[in-house]
Nanobody, 124 residues
């Protein structure tokens, strides 16, 4: 059974930082690209960041580029999202996901497995 458990969310002031973690069991993440998505109230889920399996190439949504960093620790089977300079518009539930072998990493339909999400709230 595949499980993804996000942690690290919380309440932070504008300009603050948080580090999200996603611990994966049931899959060896070194075999997969990984991604982070988010969904704000009343909005559709949107792509945030992704990291390729082998090259470690990263991709970011324009809205977070330069502020967020995705990384992976294959030995710990864990993916991270470092979020700096947070803004109120970053408030959302953040989800990590395991990508399939095909399709765009920017599209949710590419992903096989999803976590339950962790709430991030940025106060102004």
């Amino acid at each position: 059974q595949v499980q993804l458990e996000e942690s690290g969310g919380g309440l932070v002031q504008t300009g603050g930082s948080l580090r999200l973690s996603c611990a994966v069991s049931g899959r060896t993440i070194s075999n997969y690209a990984m991604g982070w998505f988010r969904q704000a109230p009343g909005k559709e889920r949107e792509f945030v960041a992704a990291i390729r399996r082998s090259s470690g190439t990263t991709y970011y949504a324009d809205s977070v580029k330069g502020r967020f960093t995705i990384s992976r620790d294959n030995a710990k089977n864990t993916v991270y999202l470092q979020m700096n300079s947070l803004k109120p518009e970053d408030t959302a539930v953040y989800y990590c996901a395991v990508a399939s072998g095909t399709g765009s990493l920017l599209v949710g339909g590419t992903y096989l497995d999803w976590g339950q999400g962790t709430q991030v709230t940025v106060s102004s």
